[in-house]
């Protein structure tokens, strides 16, 4: 449910082989197959291909310094989210936790592309204010 609606229009349910399983109630299994609703992970496969791809195309003028900038958001990028990883770890406990490491996933990607996007920006204004 997200904002009070239902999203049923999604349900994709197919048998997948997984290598671990630890239902709710019962015991852990290893190697067997389960009935999956897979729709979270295709839009969870398609989010994170289509960031890598937006992320790592090559610009029009690829230079040094698209390349220096590139670099130095990636490492940025890293930085910081690590840094709410731990701190989140910290602070947040339970299934809440889970779901922070879950959005990890996509986090690093996601502060890569806004910093990335905005040290672009601010190099092509100081460009068209010489």
Do not use: C, H
């Not at 109630?25 to 999956?36: A, I, L, M, N, P």
């Not at 992970?41 to 310094?65: H, N, P, Q, T, Y």
Request: hydrophobic share 60%; charged share 20%.
């Amino acid at each position: 449910m997200l904002l009070g609606i239902e999203l049923n229009w999604m349900e994709l349910e197919v048998s997948l082989p997984v290598v671990t399983d630890n239902p709710l109630f019962g015991s852990r299994q290893f190697f067997v197959w389960v009935e999956r609703d897979i729709a979270d992970l295709l839009l969870l496969s398609i989010a994170i291909i289509s960031g890598v791809v937006f992320a790592f195309s090559k610009e029009k003028r690829e230079d040094e310094m698209i390349t220096s900038i590139r670099k130095d958001s990636l490492i940025w990028a890293f930085y910081f989210n690590y840094a709410v990883l731990i701190i989140s770890i910290f602070l947040i406990s339970g299934f809440d936790l889970f779901l922070v490491l879950a959005l990890n996933m996509l986090s690093l990607l996601m502060f890569f592309i806004v910093r990335f996007q905005w040290q672009k920006r601010l190099l092509k204004n100081s460009l068209d204010a010489e």
